[in-house]
C-alpha cells in the first residue's frame, strides 16, 4: 500500500510565475486535502475534496489558488502570479472516508525567489 | 488567540526518560484528536487517533484526552534517539463536512542518547 505522494518535492520560481503541484493519494481513498506549512508552524487548511467535488475552501485560498481533482484521483494545486508570501510546504493528505485518518504525503516545498 | 495551543519547545531529554507533550484548546465541537510525528522537511505521520474522552496505547506511546480541561496530552515511554521530531497535535469536529485539521504549531524533541 503505497503512501500519498507529491510531485515536485522542490519548486524554486520567480514572483509573478505561476505553479502546479500534484497529489496522488491512497488508493481508494475518497478524500483529499490541501495544507500549507510555513516555518515553525503546524499545517493550516486549504480545501478538501469528497471524489472530484470540492466541499470546501478556507479563507487562505485566495483568488490565485485553485486546485482541481477532475476524475477523483490524483489532485492538482495551482498558483497564479505567486507572491513572497506564497513560500511555504503545500501538502496533500488523504483519508478513506469522511471521520478517517488523514495521511500525508512528504510535501512540495515552494521558494519564491 | 488560536484554537490550539501548544508549547514549541524546543524540549531536551535524555535517552530513556518518559516524555510529555500536550496541547489545549478552546473550541469545544473538538472530537476526534490526533498526534503527528514530523521528521525534518518530511510529512506528518499519524501516531494517534482517539476520538472523545479516554486514553489510548500503541507501544511506547499512550495519547490521554480531557475534554473537560480541553487539554491533550501524549507520553513517549522509554525514549530513543529516533523519536527526536517536531510532535503536532490535531484536532476536528465531528459532524460530517467539518473535515479539517486544525494543528498546534508543534513541539520540538530531541532525544539525547
Known amino acids: 500500500d503505497t503512501g500519498v505522494s507529491q510531485d515536485p518535492r522542490h519548486k524554486i520560481t520567480k514572483r509573478g510565475q505561476n505553479v502546479t503541484f500534484r497529489c496522488d493519494p491512497i488508493s481508494e481513498h475518497n478524500r483529499l486535502y490541501w495544507y500549507r506549512q510555513t516555518l515553525g508552524q503546524g499545517p493550516e487548511f486549504l480545501t478538501y475534496?469528497?471524489?472530484?467535488?470540492?466541499?470546501?475552501k478556507s479563507r487562505l485560498l485566495s483568488d490565485r489558488f485553485s486546485a482541481e481533482r477532475p476524475k477523483g484521483s490524483f489532485s492538482t494545486l495551482e498558483i497564479q502570479r505567486t507572491e513572497q508570501g506564497d513560500s511555504a510546504m503545500y501538502l496533500c493528505a488523504s483519508s478513506l472516508r469522511g471521520g478517517q485518518p488523514q495521511h500525508f504525503g512528504d510535501g512540495t516545498r515552494l521558494s519564491i525567489l | 488567540q488560536k484554537e490550539v495551543e501548544q508549547d514549541p519547545g524546543p524540549l531536551s531529554v535524555p535517552e530513556g526518560a518518559i516524555v510529555s507533550l500536550n496541547c489545549t484548546y478552546s473550541n469545544s465541537a473538538f472530537q476526534y484528536f490526533m498526534w503527528y510525528r514530523q521528521y525534518s522537511r518530511k510529512g506528518p505521520e499519524l501516531l494517534m487517533y482517539t476520538y472523545s474522552s479516554g486514553n489510548k496505547e500503541d507501544g511506547r506511546f499512550t495519547a490521554q484526552v480531557d475534554k473537560s480541561s480541553k487539554y491533550i496530552s501524549l507520553f513517549i515511554r522509554d525514549s530513543q534517539p529516533s523519536d527526536s521530531a517536531t510532535y503536532l497535535c490535531?484536532?476536528?469536529?465531528?459532524?460530517?463536512?467539518?473535515?479539517?485539521?486544525?494543528f498546534g504549531t508543534g513541539t520540538r524533541l530531541t532525544i539525547i542518547p
Open positions: 490535531a484536532m476536528r469536529g465531528e459532524n460530517f463536512g467539518n473535515e479539517k485539521l486544525t
Open positions: 475534496f469528497q471524489n472530484e467535488a470540492q466541499l470546501e
